[in-house]
């Protein structure tokens, strides 16, 4: 291992990518602790202290941004409006044709949906920065200190024209880190999107370690650590696993060339919807709370019965009906988001067209239907697993009182392996191809 790191050093391309990986890394962390224009920012520091977690939305989007949500940063949105404009884009293509066409025109149709993306990011990134000041103007940005008078008090000038400049510097900053993921992409190592994500996720670990070891004493601390490192082993485990189906390619004579004749596989892995399932999930769950909290009583009135009942149901996650919920629309958005994916229609005739087949399989729609059999089997343990994992931080929570932004669980250690993995295996190519020699063994 050390003489494999010796190598990343003695090479200088591959030290330049990843010295340079590292700077735009360094700018991304700065700017989280940059706040924004007409910030008060010893409030939000004081609220910070006092509020132990966040729920819902503003958790998966305060863990995507490496805490900069709550801190009212320049860098505040992070990275979560290019996420979900991705997904839209995505999802998109099944509802407009003209975007599935322009997905099978090669790189040049999608450069244009990556161009399309960018604008999407921009839009979303205007409509979360507007409602994060609304939120912050009205006092509800930290709910468990809502009575602490600092907290209504976050934001030092209520102009329209101040209002303007703080939306306008969040959306800049989202726009920025979309170019710094992007130049990580060009000139660094590995993707840079999923890069900032994994930065921004690991940058929560210490503190989120170090309150359980605070509040649970060393003891529990030790436990829980073994567990997440048992945890983190499993889904290491679970993101490698595939079910690798066999394909033969008929020899076929081109001139006097010979073509085809080899056997292949397609990988299909057991988690192939990847954490976008506990994003839809967390952002539905979050639309109740959401509902609930624009329909507060005056003072002096009495809550309605529905609003008082979504609050003691789905504002806190140690709710066993919130986790039930939770497990249910992870499972369902698995099976929805695979089958957006993956279209083994599609798969089935561009194996026919070129001379493939599953063996013992026709071509064709018997080759499709096996294929969805094989898909609609493999996903089951994969969504729950899915499920299984996301529960992670919420049964730690309950049981241990940790910070709902649990690092051994749900979409942050799903994040963490799959991009770590990913980075290793780019880095491991790129000395394979100088050294004959890798980084993995």
């Not at 202290?49 to 505040?76: K, M, P």
């Not at 290019?82 to 997904?87: Q, R, V």
């Not at 450069?111 to 509800?140: D, E, F």
């Not at 087949?357 to 996903?379: M, N, Q, S």
Request: proline share 5%; net charge positive; charged share 10%.
């Amino acid at each position: 291992m050390f003489r494999a790191i010796g190598r990343i050093i003695k090479t200088p391309d591959l030290r330049r990518k990843i010295g340079f990986t590292l700077g735009i890394v360094a700018i991304f962390r700065l700017g989280s602790f940059i706040p924004a224009p007409f910030v008060d920012y010893q409030n939000v520091q004081l609220c910070l202290q006092g509020n132990e977690s966040t729920t819902g939305l503003y958790q998966l989007v305060n863990l995507f941004s490496g805490g900069a949500l709550l801190q009212l940063s320049i860098f505040a949105l992070g990275i979560m409006p290019y996420i979900t404009a991705s997904i839209i884009t995505q999802l998109l293509r099944v509802v407009i044709p003209h975007f599935e066409a322009l997905y099978k025109e090669g790189q040049a149709g999608q450069a244009k949906l990556t161009q399309y993306t960018r604008y999407l990011t921009i839009a979303l990134a205007i409509l979360q920065s507007t409602t994060l000041i609304t939120v912050a103007r009205a006092g509800a940005l930290f709910p468990t200190t809502s009575g602490v008078p600092q907290c209504s008090q976050l934001i030092t000038n209520d102009s329209w024209y101040a209002i303007l400049l703080m939306v306008i510097t969040m959306t800049a900053g989202t726009g920025l880190i979309m170019w710094l993921g992007e130049l990580i992409t060009e000139r660094g190592i590995g993707n840079g999107m999923s890069l900032l994500i994994f930065v921004s996720i690991a940058a929560t670990f210490p503190s989120a370690l170090w309150g359980i070891a605070l509040a649970q004493g060393a003891e529990i601390f030790i436990i829980v650590l073994a567990l997440g490192l048992l945890v983190m082993a499993a889904v290491v485990f679970v993101e490698q696993s595939q079910r690798r189906v066999p394909v033969q390619y008929a020899k076929r004579m081109v001139g006097r060339r010979t073509f085809g004749g080899n056997n292949t596989y397609i990988p299909i892995k057991v988690n192939m919807a990847g954490v976008v399932p506990v994003i839809f999930a967390s952002s539905l769950l979050y639309l109740p709370a959401l509902i609930a909290q624009f329909n507060q009583p005056a003072a002096g009135e009495t809550a309605p019965e529905w609003v008082v009942w979504i609050q003691n149901n789905f504002v806190s996650g140690d709710n066993v009906l919130y986790m039930v919920v939770y497990f249910l629309l992870i499972v369902g958005f698995t099976y929805f988001y695979v089958a957006i994916t993956f279209n083994p229609e599609d798969v089935a005739d561009n194996m026919k067209k070129y001379g493939g087949f599953i063996p013992g399989i026709r071509a064709g729609r018997p080759t499709a239907e096996y294929l969805d059999y094989v898909l609609t089997r493999i996903t089951l343990p994969g969504s729950l697993y899915l499920g299984l994992v996301a529960l992670i931080p919420l049964i730690a929570f309950a049981a241990v009182g940790a910070n709902q932004n649990f690092p051994f669980g749900g979409a942050s250690i799903l994040i963490i392996v799959g991009v770590g993995l990913e980075t290793v295996k780019q880095i491991d190519a790129q000395l394979q191809q100088r050294h004959y020699e890798g980084l993995l063994k």
